[in-house]
């Protein structure tokens, strides 16, 4: 009989989430560290890495959908600003075979490295914005219809 208060016990600590203010408290905090990236980019990771290793405490609640708003945010930006960096390194690079001596290499980090900071910019904003804004009035981030 002991040994079956020790399974509930036990299992009862499984399924323990997070108080909710807690909650709510760390998903604004991620929020505000995905904005301070244009301090700091090491603040988008740690962000993330909080995300994935709190996401079980939140599980099962509106703050599991905006951790995974959250860290849906970092993957796509974080291709954005691949996609851009590595576009602008082939360029340089074919630039560079193509005609060594001619400065037209700088065309490539005077064009694409903007646009890629413009772009990844504008939806990093437009993603915590959405989201922090959704998170204020108690509600899943846009798009969630689950």
């Not at 016990?9 to 904005?35: C, F, K, V, W």
């Not at 995300?51 to 951790?67: M, P, S, W």
């Amino acid at each position: 009989m002991n040994t079956e208060a020790n399974i509930t016990m036990n299992s009862n600590i499984d399924e323990q989430t997070m108080p909710e203010d807690s909650a709510e408290r760390l998903t604004h905090a991620i929020y505000g560290l995905q904005l301070a990236t244009f301090i700091t980019v090491i603040t988008f990771f740690i962000a993330v890495i909080i995300n994935y290793i709190k996401r079980k405490d939140v599980q099962g609640t509106l703050y599991e959908k905006h951790f995974k708003w959250q860290m849906r945010t970092f993957w796509v930006w974080l291709l954005i600003v691949g996609t851009g960096v590595t576009l602008m390194l082939l360029t340089l690079g074919w630039i560079a075979f193509i005609s060594p001596a001619n400065d037209a290499h700088f065309l490539a980090i005077i064009v694409i490295l903007p646009l890629t900071a413009v772009i990844s910019a504008v939806y990093l904003i437009y993603r915590v914005a959405r989201g922090w804004l959704r998170l204020n009035e108690n509600q899943p981030p846009p798009g969630d219809n689950d």
